[in-house]
C-alpha cells in the first residue's frame, strides 16, 4: 500500500502544480489588463513582476481547489480507464482505501489554504495596493507626455516640451480654483505630504466672480492639488479579527460586507477537503470517455458551486437570509456530500 500512495501522492503533486500554474495564468490575464492600465506608463518590468507575486495569495485561495480536482480527476481517471482500479478492487484494495491519499492530501491543502486566506492574503493585498499607489505617485511624471493635456484629478497639465524630470512651456489649470497658471519649467516630486508640483518663471491668473487677480511668480509651489485615482483599501485586507471589528464600527452596508468577507474566508479552504472526498468518485462518473470527461465533470462542480454561491449571496446582500447561513451553506453542504459519497466508495 505504501508503495501505491506514494505513486499516487507524486503524480497528484505533479498535476497539482501544473494546474495550479495553467490555471493561475488564465485567471492572471483579466487581472492583469485592469492592473496595466492603472499602470501605464509608471511600471517596469521588474515593477510588473513584483505585483504579479503580491496578487498570487489571492488568486491561490481560488485557484487551490480547482488544481487539485483537476489533479485528481487526471489521476483516478486514468486508473479506471486503464482497470487499474478493478485490478486493486479484485486484490481486496477498496476505492476507499485507494481514495486516501486524496483525503490526506485535501486536509493538508485545507490548512495551507486557511494559513493562505487568513495571513498570507491580507498582507499580500496590502503590500499590493501599497505598491501600486507608490508606482503611481512616483512615476507620474512618466504620465505627462509633450504636446498633450493631461487630467491629473483636480488638475489639468499641459507641457510644449520634456527633458527627463523637467517640464518645460508649461500650461496648468486648477479645476477647484478656477486659474490658469503658465510657466517655463515645472518638477513634479514625490513628498511625505503627497504630491507636489514646483513651477518656475511663470504667471498665474485667477477668478473669483467679478474679480481677476494675476500673479507673477518666479517660484510657486503647489502641494494637494494632483490627485491620482489608485487603489482604495478593501475588505480583502483586512484579518479575520479586523473583519469583525471594523464590522461593529461602520454602517449596516459595509459591515454585511465585512461579514461575508470573514465567512468567504473560511469557505474557501474548506472546497479542498470537498474536492479530496468527492473527486475520486466523481472521477468514476466519466467512465471510459476519456479525460476530457474528467476535466468537463470538475468544470460542471465547480460551476454548479459557484452558481449556488453566488445566489445565496445575493439572498444575504437583499437581508433575505441570515449571512452565517447564507455564506457557509454551500461548504457544509459539499462536505456533508462530500463524506457520504466517501463513505459509499467502501461499497465499490
Known amino acids: 500500500m505504501n508503495i501505491l500512495y506514494r505513486q499516487i501522492y507524486k503524480e497528484l503533486f505533479f498535476y497539482l502544480i501544473l494546474g495550479v500554474f495553467v490555471i493561475n495564468t488564465l485567471l492572471m490575464v483579466e487581472k492583469l489588463i485592469r492592473v496595466s492600465k492603472v499602470l501605464a506608463g509608471v511600471a517596469g518590468p521588474l515593477d510588473m513582476v513584483r505585483i504579479i507575486l503580491l496578487i498570487q495569495p489571492q488568486m491561490l485561495m481560488m485557484t487551490l481547489p480547482i488544481a487539485f480536482l483537476f489533479a485528481i480527476l487526471l489521476v483516478y481517471g486514468r486508473l479506471n480507464m486503464d482497470n487499474e482500479l ?18 490526506r492530501m485535501g486536509i493538508v491543502l485545507m490548512v495551507f489554504a486557511l494559513l493562505v486566506s487568513v495571513i498570507v492574503a491580507p498582507y499580500g493585498n496590502k503590500r499590493l495596493r501599497k505598491e501600486v499607489n507608490h508606482l503611481i505617485k512616483t ?48 518638477f513634479v516630486r514625490t513628498d511625505p505630504s503627497g504630491l507636489i508640483m514646483e513651477l518656475q518663471d511663470g504667471f498665474m491668473s485667477i477668478v473669483r466672480e467679478d474679480r481677476k487677480t494675476d500673479i507673477y511668480f518666479g517660484r510657486y509651489k503647489l502641494s494637494g492639488m494632483i490627485t491620482i485615482k489608485g487603489l482604495s483599501k478593501k475588505a480583502g485586507e483586512l484579518m479575520p479579527h479586523e473583519l469583525l471589528s471594523e464590522a461593529k464600527e461602520v454602517d449596516q452596508k459595509r459591515a454585511l460586507s465585512y461579514i461575508m468577507e470573514f465567512y ?13 472526498l468527492m473527486g475520486p468518485w466523481l472521477s468514476l462518473l466519466a467512465g471510459r470517455t476519456g479525460r476530457l470527461a474528467g476535466l468537463s465533470t470538475g468544470v460542471l462542480f465547480f ?27 454551500p461548504a457544509c453542504m459539499g462536505l456533508a456530500g462530500g463524506i457520504i459519497v466517501f463513505m459509499r466508495t467502501g461499497k465499490r
Open 264 to 276: 468567504r474566508r473560511l469557505t474557501y479552504p474548506l472546497l479542498s477537503i470537498v474536492t479530496g
Open 86 to 103: 478493478l485490478a486493486l478492487s479484485a486484490s481486496g484494495v477498496s476505492l476507499r482505501k485507494a481514495s486516501m491519499p486524496c483525503l
Open 303 to 329: 460551476v454548479v458551486y459557484y452558481i449556488v454561491s453566488v445566489y445565496l449571496e445575493g439572498l444575504v446582500e437583499a437581508g433575505q437570509m441570515a449571512p452565517e447561513i447564507g455564506m457557509l451553506l
Open 139 to 186: 512615476g507620474i511624471s512618466k504620465k505627462i507626455e509633450e504636446e498633450t493635456f493631461t487630467d491629473l484629478g483636480n488638475m489639468i497639465i499641459y507641457t510644449g516640451r520634456k527633458e527627463q524630470e523637467v517640464l518645460k512651456d508649461v500650461f496648468v489649470y486648477i479645476k477647484s480654483k478656477e486659474a490658469v497658471i503658465t510657466a517655463k519649467r515645472a
